[in-house]
């Protein structure tokens, strides 16, 4: 192995050890949560001032399968009917991205002073993805994606704090035989279908097929079980960390100063909307405030899934519901924009 190919090593194994260290001390001293927050505060240290910092190549699809899977099993083993109250909800979550959006454009265009592009697209709540795929089509300034990583920080470490990790929540890890063909079926399954999704341009598309294939053949009972062991779900919270840090690391000062406090603002009056509307569907649907307020939260799916996951709250419902946040965050910028294209002249 030559000096090259060490360097390389080094540049992934290194802010992955860091970014380990810090989720792993976290965890030890009993914070909530605490894998990830500490992952996160550590992995946002090592990429300001390691600019060579690397992701393992093939993280973001593990950490999607291996949300998806879990997920999948929560699916599988609760009620996928639509309720009277999942729908009240899906209504409440509606006007909850129109306030979240308005109040946000509002700070950053007329407040903050910036273009009209840079605050529609900093305040779109949808999956990094899609803001990656808007941003590209878009002339916005590199702003645009410092808020979005300071919104998935900020929504991380909220929710970790406000919500206190189970120690029974996850699955056992079933060692069959049986039950890693399943795990591996789903895995090399929604790696194929993900892809095809993720030229799509859907969002967490690996994710969305692992959750299928798993929900469905545990309902179909295709396989008895599709269950992990707790060791990959450590791996995947570190790889997560890393992935939300590693974006800003090319970022520069100004650009970060800039974008801080104005960015910061916006997120906490998006935060702070969503915990009034999780208020009124306490009040009017008589439903778990820590629940409803981690399913109103915007963005951060990949986050939001392993907290509740990680929780012991209702992970079915709220991924039911923020799963509905994404069709309608997918399909609202292709509707303006046929909306745009039937109105303009000729």
């Not at 973001?60 to 699916?75: D, K, M, R, S």
């Not at 990656?132 to 929710?159: E, G, K, N, Q, Y």
Request: with cysteine; aromatic share 8%; charged share 10%.
């Amino acid at each position: 192995m030559n000096i090259q190919e060490l360097s390389r090593v080094w540049a992934v194994a290194f802010p992955l050890s860091v970014t380990a260290a810090g989720g792993l001390v976290f965890e030890a001293v009993g914070i909530p949560n605490g894998l990830l927050i500490g992952g996160l505060l550590a992995s946002l240290v090592i990429c300001r001032l390691y600019r060579r910092a690397e992701v393992l190549a093939g993280s973001l699809q593990y950490v999607q399968i291996t949300i998806g899977i879990e997920l999948g099993a929560l699916f599988a083993a609760g009620d996928l009917a639509i309720t009277g109250k999942l729908a009240a909800a899906a209504c409440l979550l509606a006007m909850c991205l129109m306030l979240q959006i308005a109040i946000s454009f509002f700070w950053l265009r007329i407040v903050s002073g910036w273009t009209a592009t840079d605050a529609v697209l900093a305040s779109y709540p949808g999956a990094m993805a899609a803001v990656l795929d808007l941003f590209d089509r878009a002339s916005a300034s590199p702003r645009v994606i410092m808020v979005h990583v300071l919104r998935l920080i900020v929504l991380t470490v909220a929710a970790s704090a406000m919500i206190h990790s189970s120690s029974d929540a996850g699955t056992p890890g079933s060692t069959g035989i049986w039950n890693w063909i399943a795990v591996g079926a789903v895995a090399l399954a929604s790696l194929v279908v993900g892809r095809t999704l993720e030229m799509c341009k859907v969002p967490a598309p690996y994710m969305l097929v692992a959750t299928f294939f798993t929900a469905v053949g545990l309902r179909s009972g295709f396989s008895a079980s599709v269950d992990l062991p707790h060791w990959s779900l450590v791996v995947c919270e570190i790889l997560l960390a890393l992935l939300i840090t590693i974006r800003i690391k090319d970022a520069g000062l100004a650009e970060f100063r800039s974008s801080l406090m104005p960015g910061t603002i916006a997120i906490v009056l998006m935060l702070l909307t969503s915990a009034g509307v999780a208020w009124l569907a306490k009040v009017l649907l008589h439903l778990d405030f820590a629940t409803m307020s981690l399913s109103y939260v915007p963005g951060g799916v990949e986050s939001v899934a392993i907290i509740a996951i990680s929780s012991g709250l209702e992970a079915s419902f709220i991924m039911k519901l923020h799963f509905f946040r994404l069709i309608l965050v997918q399909t609202a910028p292709a509707v303006v924009s046929l909306l745009r294209l039937r109105s303009s002249p000729g």
